[in-house]
């Protein structure tokens, strides 16, 4: 009997602290997450009003993207001098150095959804995406540049930014705000479910490398967002893509 009574102790007490595990997960990690991304959105936006406006990588003042359409590609066999849309066009896709690791540099607002996040340069655990931000896939484009700005975020826990991204169609707004200026991005495509590996998702010419039907065949200026499913694993991922709309000096 004394035997029954002890087991039953052990077992309540890792109850307890199974429990105490899944709440510290499930709503304490949420809300220092939280916390802390919406105090780092308000310490860029306070930092944007008070230095001047430029590319918040190269310091340089951005280059207006005036249509849609200027987002085809440049065409390699145009002989003699490009004319001046082309030349701007040229101009905004330079190359340009990265932000430094780990650093956020760029809002992202999904209206949709609610979301107003901090983005951050690269996609570590640790000093990224577990202080609640978006993460930038490294050598993918920056903000506006032509090809592919990926972006990567939790679904559940530390923060979830991404949580709710499956509910976004076609024509919802991704708006990226910088320190030089707000890229307007709308959801063109999404991707209900591919394999964590699919690294086609996040090309410059985004295309599933698993779905082969999913994505792009022609260079362009695209985001796209990238996150765990189904929830609470980690086993796949959801793909959401969009394409540049506009975009405007601050």
């Known amino acids: 009997m004394r035997l029954l009574w002890n087991l039953a102790e ?3 007490t890792l109850g307890v602290v199974l429990l105490l595990l899944v709440a510290h997960q499930l709503w304490w990690t949420n809300r220092q997450a939280r ?18 406006s430029g590319d918040p990588v190269t310091g340089e003042e951005p280059v207006p993207s005036e249509t849609p ?13 490009a004319p001046e849309p082309r030349r701007r066009q040229q101009a905004a896709q330079a190359p ?35 202080k609640g931000y978006v993460g930038h896939y490294g050598r993918t484009a920056q903000p506006g540049q032509g090809g592919n700005f990926a972006l990567a975020g939790h679904r559940n826990t530390h923060g979830e930014p991404f949580r709710r991204i499956d509910r976004l169609r076609g024509g919802d707004e991704l708006v990226v705000e910088t320190k030089g200026a707000v890229y307007t991005y709308v959801v063109d495509k999404t991707l209900a479910q591919t394999s964590a590996g699919d690294s086609g998702v996040i090309a410059p010419v985004p295309r599933s490398r698993v779905k082969a039907s999913h994505g792009y065949s022609s260079p362009g200026y695209y985001i796209t967002l990238t996150t765990c499913t189904p929830e ?7 793909i959401v ?5 506009s975009m405007r000096p601050r």
């Open 241 to 245: 893509w969009g394409k540049l709309q």
């Open 69 to 81: 359409q200027d987002a085809a590609a440049p065409d390699p066999a145009d002989a003699g001098p």
């Open 96 to 130: 340009a150095p990265a932000p430094r690791w780990d650093q956020a540099y760029a809002v992202l607002r999904i209206p949709r959804v609610g979301i107003r996040v901090p983005v951050a340069e690269g996609v570590s655990k640790s000093g990224v995406l577990n």
């Open 35 to 52: 916390e802390g991304a919406e105090r780092q959105v308000h310490a860029l936006e306070e930092e944007w009003g008070k230095g001047d």
């Open 232 to 238: 609470y694993t980690s086993k796949y991922r959801l």
């Open 10 to 12: 052990v077992g309540v």
